[in-house]
């Protein structure tokens, strides 16, 4: 699997396809236009480093810029403020299991002030939502019109 | 199954066990124990009537009392604020696909003053997460030392 | 699509692929070798008729007999007793949410004994390990060396 | 972060909030309140340990108490036997992908008599259960009327 | 809620926040830059029509926007060919249950020439998927070496 | 648990029932009859060596020989590709967050042809569908009758 391991000239991967552990790209090895993406990040992020789901989507230069993109507009300024979208990020990677976006935006919202009493309702909450949502399709429960 | 329909003397249970369609107890037909939480319910949150969730659940007093219990304290007053509050369950609730959960927190949040603009927010984070909880684990993510 | 409507001559299916509500193949309709799977269940189950999932696989019958010889070896006598298989069932059904087989393997339970408390303490458990299963993760809890 | 390592006089919590690795609380450096709930769990289980599930709840006492009176409530003796707790809740977690809560009511069912053909038939109809869940919804099953 | 059913004059959403059923908006009542989406909708997919996934998104255009922009890149000409980008669609959406995207999806594979046995064949891969990854986490089965 | 340590006489199966770990058989202290499964899979995937998910499901022969008919039925020749087969089972085990069965098919793709792009527009899609399908839901969107 050599030929894998390089990079691919026509699409910038690099790794084998599929295989676990597919490598993140450095700053440093990265071309122009992932560059660009990864100083965009920086930048409205204030930080001065890229974080591993970055790094392993740059392998796909149009996935990396569609879910910045992406992540840029839907986690922007808004309607919600910042420390909420990421309580709502974390109740779905909870639910999911996802053990990387918990570390991921657990880190972001104590950034953005979560502190050690909201994150334990947090979790209180998303657990008895998990509970609930059991009880609702083992007792085939009707939506009340009063919801509707 | 005749028997199964009347309510059951010792636990008050009635209707099919596991049917379908397990039968609301309404609370002209409640026990005084059920009515008790179903006044507790109305008390709190400051309604007239009570949702199939807890007139479902009613069929089993013990499973009744304690969730409602466990509402009152999750749910409650606390460091975050209830409009939050509602907003996770539903991120739960949407991403394990309950209906009957998405009307009734729906219903919650937008009586706690969640405008059309924080919904669509809500939703399109829900979204975002539940995609990126797949990259995440497609694509093997170790875990950034800074987010330890 | 009229040409999908008509049973595939080498498949023996019949109505549009993939199109919700594919149709189940009633007895009477099925070739020789489809009843003589449904022979096989209604005398392995005691019974005079044919659920719909039977009669929806029958469609494909590699997967009828593929489904069937499986459900028989899974389910049928052997070191778990037959209504502990299907509560077994149902708490994997209601934590996905499948109201097919909850509606169908709350049916089988009921018919092998199941009792309202029963059902009631099945929820209450389905319930609560759907919570502590989000506290595990969103806690990152280690596992405990005298559980190995 | 360091002043969240050190434990939150109000609520007794240590740890980063939302960080992985949030700590356990040992015996030994509990408060009161905490030592209680622990020998209650160690009296009720007959154990001289408590596990990391109930170490890091004890980061929020109040979901610490509420979560223990829950499992003595759902868990203790009941219509369904201990054993057949156990499976259920293994159940659940295995559809989960848990591996905690897999290995915590692993060793809790191996105690109250789990064999290994019992093991291994729970492991089957887990499986089979989850092939069917989709079978149904892919194939967009109705209810049979005899199953309501 | 009156005001929430008007349509809101900045963001462009009608239907009350939250309420299920939120309405779709059809083509004569759409704004003009909602109208370029749904004319490139059907260009690209050479329609007359637009779904209702988009109708009900166009509540929110941002969100419409990012949507069809992101399914024109990801779901367009690729390495993959069109149905078997479909085919993978519907796996995901069987696994979560997803009633419209099963339908949806299920419409677009047919137009892209999925046949009643390519059809059978996935649906029993997908179950099959669901069986096998229970089986590996309640095994806790270690990657083996040749895989990574 | 030594007792447990031993292979069971009657069923052959190894290690504490429920253990995380449970141990893999390897060829040379198979029975004759687990042997004969492991030189079909071999001979059939024309390797020389039988990955742990085998080995581990060895511990219970019927289960081991069930699931290898299954799997040989299931992603044999068909009107669906190989490649595409793989590809159909990445997509769930990636939903469903199942690390050793990325592996484990991510593998089978690569030395059925996947190549990095694929790779990276499967991710996608994979992404991509986990979000429209809350989407739907949170929206509750109605199946269009075009679809049925």
Redesign the interface.
């Given at each position: 699997?050599t030929a894998?391991n390089a990079a691919?000239p026509?699409?910038g991967?690099t790794?084998?396809?599929?295989?676990?552990?597919?490598q993140p790209i450095e700053y440093a090895a990265a071309t122009p236009e992932v560059r660009a993406v990864y100083d965009d990040i920086m930048a409205t992020r204030r930080t001065d480093?890229v974080?591993?789901?970055w790094k392993?989507?740059a392998?796909?230069p149009?996935?990396l810029r569609?879910?910045w993109?992406?992540?840029k507009?839907?986690?922007g300024p808004?309607?919600?403020d910042p420390l909420?979208?990421e309580?709502?990020?974390?109740?779905?990677?909870?639910?999911?299991?996802?053990?990387?976006?918990?570390?991921?935006h657990?880190?972001a919202?104590?950034a953005k002030g979560?502190?050690?009493?909201?994150?334990?309702?947090?979790?209180?909450?998303?657990?008895?939502?998990?509970?609930?949502?059991?009880?609702?399709?083992?007792?085939?429960?009707?939506?009340?019109p009063?919801?509707?």
């Open positions: 699997m894998m691919n026509m699409t991967m790794g084998s396809p599929g295989a676990i552990g597919t480093w974080n591993n789901y392993v989507l392998n796909h149009p996935t569609r879910m993109d992406t992540v507009q839907v986690m808004g309607a919600l909420t979208k309580l709502i990020y974390i109740a779905v990677s909870v639910t999911n299991g996802c053990r990387y976006c918990i570390a991921s657990g880190a919202a104590r979560l502190t050690p009493e909201q994150h334990a309702e947090l979790v209180a909450i998303v657990g008895l939502a998990n509970e609930t949502n059991r009880h609702a399709v083992a007792l085939d429960l009707q939506i009340d009063q919801f509707r």
